[in-house]
């Protein structure tokens, strides 16, 4: 079992709202990602970062925002949810020699 | 244009019988060729990691295998079982930046029926 925690696992809300998806990782990992995921298609890279202070803008355009303040802990930030927003948020961390992903289980937004 | 094609797209199997999967990946440089599981509402788990100079990888019941020649990749799954039911995506890595870009396929759901 990999150690890496998101929460919430399911967040239903209405437009306009801001959200914080949180993700924690207890191995260490430098690297972390957020990836967003609908259904029957690629995950897509939307943040990632090499360590504290560090974070960058992945392959997919984003209106969310990330911080890295300890190495641990990789929260996203909505400011203002809209329905285009609903999706699977998946965070992930990365070890440094084998460059193995492990996942989070996931944090499903739907926005009303 | 980098890409990762994975087929069949589903899959559906009884309990007991053996299936391969495939992946294509047009991805260079290459660096490795990851598969993982991803079960309905998880995140996805990792199954296989190969290399430029591994063409067989098992895991249990789960065997990879890689042919960077031709930039083909399959899964087998032997003797399957419900518990198998999931996604499987074929992940294939580059060395193109310190980061190793990941490319997803986008995945093939299997289902086993018992």
């Known amino acids: 079992e990999a150690d890496i925690y998101q929460t919430p696992r399911y967040l239903v809300i209405g437009t306009g709202k801001k959200i914080t998806l949180e993700c924690s990782q207890t191995?260490?990992?430098?690297?972390m990602y957020w990836y967003q995921q609908d259904p029957g298609m690629e995950l897509h890279l939307i943040h990632y970062?090499?360590?504290?202070?560090?974070?960058e803008k992945g392959d997919l355009s984003s209106e969310s925002t990330v911080s890295r303040i300890r190495t641990e802990h990789f929260p996203l930030t909505l400011e203002s949810a809209r329905p285009s927003h609903t999706s699977q948020y998946l965070c992930?961390?990365?070890?440094?020699?084998?460059?193995?992903?492990?996942f989070g289980e996931g944090s499903r937004l739907t926005v009303l | 244009k980098n890409q990762v094609e994975q087929s069949p797209q589903s899959l559906i199997i009884l309990e007991g019988k053996n299936c391969t999967l495939q992946?294509?990946?047009?991805?260079?440089?290459?660096?490795?060729l990851r598969w993982y599981k991803q079960d309905t509402g998880r995140g996805p788990v990792s199954l296989t990691i190969?290399?430029?100079?591994?063409n067989t990888k098992s895991n249990g019941r789960y065997t990879a295998t890689l042919d960077a020649d031709t930039k083909q990749s399959s899964l087998h799954i032997t003797a399957s079982q419900l518990s198998d039911s999931a996604s499987y995506i074929c992940?294939?890595?580059?060395?193109?930046?310190?980061?190793?870009?990941?490319?997803f396929g986008r995945g093939t759901q299997l289902t086993v029926w018992p």
């Open positions: 992930a961390s990365s070890e440094a020699g084998t460059g193995e992903l492990f």
């Open positions: 191995m260490g990992h430098d690297k």
């Open positions: 970062s090499y360590g504290v202070n560090s974070t």
């Open positions: 992946c294509n990946y047009t991805v260079s440089p290459f660096s490795n």
């Open positions: 190969m290399t430029f100079s591994e």
């Open positions: 992940v294939v890595s580059d060395r193109g930046s310190t980061l190793g870009r990941l490319y």
